[in-house]
Nanobody, 119 residues
Framework: QVQLVESGGGSVQAGGSLRLSCAASGSTSSINTMGWYRQAPGKERELVASVTSDGVPNYADSVKGRFTVSRENAKNTLSLQMNTMKPEDTAVYYC?????????????WGQGTQVTVSS
């Protein structure tokens, strides 16, 4: 079992910045990829950015050059630095962990944190 707790959401004006953090606990040694997803009202949940256990990042095209994902394996934390934010970044942001356990793969999610960008 893995538990994920996000923090750092809030409201910001367009062009501003926010930083999200996610703390993992439990069987953290089994975590493979960690990432951030978001879900806006009426839309499907989508990948924002992820990073493998080896530190290789992956970004959605919509956030490339604006968002930076970072991971500290020793501290079991994941962060998302969001710069030059746009109103379309408004969503609930979820921390995600892909866990390898007993030969299978499992998805774990945080409770989500609201991010609102006003124009």
């Amino acid at each position: 079992q893995v538990q994920l707790v996000e923090s750092g959401g809030g409201s910001v004006q367009a062009g501003g910045s926010l930083r999200l953090s996610c703390a993992a606990s439990g069987s953290t040694s089994s975590i493979n990829t960690m990432g951030w997803y978001r879900q806006a009202p009426g839309k499907e949940r989508e990948l924002v950015a992820s990073v493998t256990s080896d530190g290789v990042p992956n970004y959605a095209d919509s956030v490339k050059g604006r968002f930076t994902v970072s991971r500290e394996n020793a501290k079991n934390t994941l962060s998302l630095q969001m710069n030059t934010m746009k109103p379309e970044d408004t969503a609930v942001y979820y921390c995600h962990a892909l866990v390898r356990w007993s030969g299978g793969w499992f998805n774990y999610w945080g409770q989500g944190t609201q991010v609102t960008v006003s124009s």
